[in-house]
Nanobody
Framework: QVQLVESGGGLVQAGGSLRLSCAASGRAFSTYAMGWFRQAPGKERELVAGISRSGGITYYADSVKGRFTISRDNAKNTVYLQINSLKPEDTAVYYC?????????????????WGQGTQVTVSS
């Protein structure tokens, strides 16, 4: 098993930036592909970015391409999500999730472990 704890959320003005972190503990972090999801009020949870075990493969939802960057540091057991040019529509709870496969998967049900989420609120 792996335990995931997100941090870095907050209230930011439109156009600003945030870096979310997800610290993992438990089973070897490097054996998991990782994803960042978000869920806005009244909407379904959606994958915004994913990264393979080694970090060599990444995935981004069309809505965030060019603004979000996912990365990982396996030595620190941490995955990051750099969010730039924030928009009010980015307001959501952001979750990190772990999948025991070796590449990026996009289905919510593909992920085995979830963090508790961190709130990102973007004011206009």
């Amino acid at each position: 098993q792996v335990q995931l704890v997100e941090s870095g959320g907050g209230l930011v003005q439109a156009g600003g930036s945030l870096r979310l972190s997800c610290a993992a503990s438990g089973r070897a972090f490097s054996t998991y592909a990782m994803g960042w999801f978000r869920q806005a009020p009244g909407k379904e949870r959606e994958l915004v970015a994913g990264i393979s075990r080694s970090g060599g493969i990444t995935y981004y939802a069309d809505s965030v391409k060019g603004r979000f960057t996912i990365s990982r540091d396996n030595a620190k057991n941490t995955v990051y999500l750099q969010i730039n040019s924030l928009k009010p529509e980015d307001t959501a709870v952001y979750y990190c999730a772990a999948d025991s496969g070796d590449t990026v998967v996009t289905g919510i049900n593909d992920y085995d472990y979830w963090g508790q989420g961190t709130q990102v609120t973007v004011s206009s």
